[in-house]
């Protein structure tokens, strides 16, 4: 690909690139390649795996359900020993959609459903992460020339128990948009998008 939009791309004047899958890595990597548009491959690399994302929240004192990284059976059944009267989320790092994700507590995790959880992953480790009760607020935001705007919120919710989902859940079962929580709900949400984008 990169030798095609080399060999053409004054020809063709392809001044950008556009998926309509989630290729975030490739395309970064190709358009550095050929000197077109593009995050760094790092950056795209650190938003596109959830364990990466999470060291550069705790790094950065960015506001995140607490986590752990595991990579065995043992390691999630012994932290959840040690917290009996919590739920947690155990996720793989480069799912997508929910696949990958399931919701966990002492009382029903089993051998099965870490190893199905690593069919969603091509990464070694997992994360274990909080269950954190309250709203859920989807924003988007777009930078222009170095200004952050505000494009869009939502107000989503989830399931556990759809059984045809089993496999992965939440799902996402309704939105609202834009969102209808309070305006300084909004404004923090947005304001913590920004803060984690740069």
């Not at 004054?10 to 550095?32: C, D, E, M, R």
């Not at 480790?125 to 009760?133: A, C, R």
Request: charged content about 20%; hydrophobic content about 40%; glycine content about 4%.
């Amino acid at each position: 690909i990169s030798a095609w939009i080399l060999a053409n791309k004054t020809k063709l004047n392809i001044s950008g690139i556009f998926t309509l899958t989630s290729q975030a890595p490739s395309v970064s990597i190709i358009a550095n390649a050929v000197g077109l548009p593009s995050l760094p491959v790092e950056t795209v690399l650190n938003c596109d795996n959830k364990l990466l994302m999470k060291r550069k929240f705790k790094i950065n004192n960015l506001p995140s359900a607490d986590f752990i990284e595991v990579q065995s059976y043992k390691e999630v059944e012994s932290h959840l020993l040690n917290h009996p009267l919590k739920s947690f989320y155990l996720k793989a790092v480069d799912g997508f959609g929910g696949k990958g994700v399931r919701k966990i507590s002492k009382n029903d995790f089993l051998p099965e459903i870490f190893n199905s959880i690593f069919e969603y992953s091509s990464f070694p480790s997992l994360i274990l992460e909080e269950h954190l009760e309250g709203k859920f607020i989807d924003v988007q935001g777009i930078f222009y020339k170095d200004e952050f705007f505000p494009a869009g919120s939502a107000d989503s919710f989830f399931s556990n128990e759809i059984e045809e989902y089993s496999n992965y859940n939440p799902v996402e079962t309704f939105n609202v948009s834009p969102s209808q929580l309070p305006k300084r709900h909004i404004d923090d949400a947005y304001s913590l998008l920004e803060k984690a984008c740069r």
